[in-house]
């Protein structure tokens, strides 16, 4: 069986998965005449991004025009607006591909920017052997992360994902160039070192020796994302981790990622999560190992130092 008591599906190799999570990993072994013998077919694209790279077999992308066969060691990825429509290829009597589903962290925008894409999804083809090795075996770290259900699983596989997505980076050869910009590193990092400030645009302008207009296009150039939006996130995620691994009040650690509104807090955080605060730090596997609480530190910082 693979729903659940409300009759939800609970197999990602089968349709009517919900894939409403942060990331899940497998690998499809589709034979000819098996069960996993259609199609996917998501023309409306997903909410999240998919890497998928094949292990055996062939498998055909798109239909028309716009078709091309996978093979091993041939990696795909689908941003959220890119139509899914593959299956086994026709010649092929069987396609097994592992494949990684995820919401990416704001700050690795630069690593799904792939440069060769057809219909918007990206396409990367490592040919030595040894580099093919290494991938599938972090794809399969991945999933196996990912499973053990240990308490920080889903954060060490969104590690091992990062690691991924940064060796597809360097596997492409084009990209051997034009790094980022430091003034835009340097302002990513003057904003994560003042996440509970206030720290305005023109603030972090004057910071990097930009005008306020110039900072906020490169930003959305080198990033891909706008510069508050991504502020946002690193404020989401190091509140998912405080609200995990401390038992501060909520406010406490609303306040120590940027919000002095409690209310407003818990509206941006069920907007980026999906559930409110408190429902998150009750469904997060495990409790607290030890209950350590940030109260009586002003910034993450000073809470940081307190807990040394
Ligand atoms: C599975 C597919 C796989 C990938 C995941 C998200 O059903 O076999 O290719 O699309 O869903």
């Given at each position: 069986?693979?729903?659940?008591?409300?009759?939800?599906?609970?197999?990602?190799?089968?349709?009517?998965?919900?894939?409403?999570?942060?990331?899940?990993?497998?690998?499809?072994?589709?034979?000819?005449?098996?069960?996993l013998?259609?199609?996917?077919?998501?023309?409306?694209?997903?909410?999240?991004?998919?890497?998928?790279?094949?292990?055996?077999?062939?498998?055909?992308?798109?239909?028309?025009?716009?078709a091309?066969?996978?093979?091993?060691?041939?990696?795909?990825?689908?941003?959220?607006?890119?139509?899914?429509?593959?299956?086994?290829?026709?010649?092929s009597?069987?396609?097994?591909?592992?494949?990684?589903?995820?919401?990416?962290?704001?700050?690795?925008?630069?690593?799904?920017?792939?440069?060769?894409?057809?219909?918007?999804?990206?396409?990367?083809?490592?040919?030595?052997?040894?580099?093919?090795?290494?991938?599938?075996?972090?794809?399969?770290?991945?999933?196996?992360?990912?499973?053990?259900?240990?308490?920080s699983?889903?954060?060490?596989?969104?590690?091992?994902?990062?690691?991924?997505?940064?060796?597809?980076?360097?596997?492409?050869?084009?990209?051997?160039?034009?790094?980022?910009?430091?003034?835009?590193?340097?302002?990513?990092?003057?904003?994560?070192?003042?996440?509970?400030?206030?720290?305005?645009?023109?603030?972090?302008?004057?910071?990097?020796?930009?005008?306020?207009?110039?900072?906020?296009?490169?930003?959305?150039?080198?990033?891909?994302?706008?510069?508050?939006r991504w502020?946002?996130?690193?404020?989401?995620?190091?509140?998912?981790?405080?609200?995990?691994?401390?038992?501060?009040?909520?406010?406490?650690?609303?306040?120590?990622?940027?919000?002095?509104?409690?209310?407003?807090?818990?509206?941006?955080?069920?907007?980026?999560?999906?559930?409110?605060?408190?429902?998150?730090?009750?469904?997060?596997?495990?409790?607290?190992?030890?209950?350590?609480?940030?109260?009586?530190?002003?910034?993450?910082?000073?809470?940081?130092?307190?807990?040394?």
């Open positions: 069986m693979h729903l659940d008591d409300n009759g939800q599906q609970l197999d990602p190799l089968l349709p009517g998965y919900s894939f409403n999570v942060y990331l899940v990993a497998g690998m499809t072994p589709i034979i000819e005449n098996g069960p013998d259609f199609f996917i077919d998501r023309n409306k694209g997903m909410s999240g991004f998919i890497i998928n790279m094949t292990v055996k077999g062939q498998g055909k992308v798109f239909d028309g025009e716009e091309f066969i996978t093979e091993p060691g041939d990696l795909l990825l689908f941003p959220p607006d890119a139509v899914h429509y593959y299956g086994r290829a026709p010649q009597a069987n396609w097994y591909h592992r494949w990684v589903y995820f919401r990416p962290r704001a700050y690795w925008a630069n690593w799904l920017k792939w440069r060769h894409q057809v219909n918007k999804v990206g396409r990367l083809t490592l040919s030595d052997k040894a580099v093919i090795n290494e991938f599938d075996d972090l794809f399969q770290q991945i999933e196996q992360t990912h499973k053990a259900g240990r308490r699983s889903e954060d060490l596989a969104i590690n091992l994902l990062e690691r991924l997505l940064i060796r597809c980076f360097e596997e492409t050869p084009e990209n051997r160039s034009k790094p980022i910009d430091l003034r835009i590193e340097e302002a990513c990092q003057y904003l994560s070192r003042n996440l509970a400030e206030e720290v305005n645009l023109d603030d972090v302008a004057r910071h990097v020796c930009l005008s306020p207009s110039r900072l906020a296009h490169l930003f959305r150039e080198q990033m891909g994302v706008n510069i508050l502020r946002e996130d690193q404020r989401i995620i190091l509140a998912k981790h405080l609200l995990q691994s401390t038992c501060s009040p909520i406010a406490k650690v609303a306040g120590l990622v940027g919000y002095d509104d409690q209310m407003y807090f818990s509206r941006v955080f069920r907007k980026r999560v999906g559930t409110s605060p408190s429902i998150f730090r009750k469904t997060s596997e495990g409790s607290p190992v030890q209950c350590v609480d940030a109260v009586g530190a002003d910034s993450f910082a000073d809470f940081l130092g307190s807990q040394n």
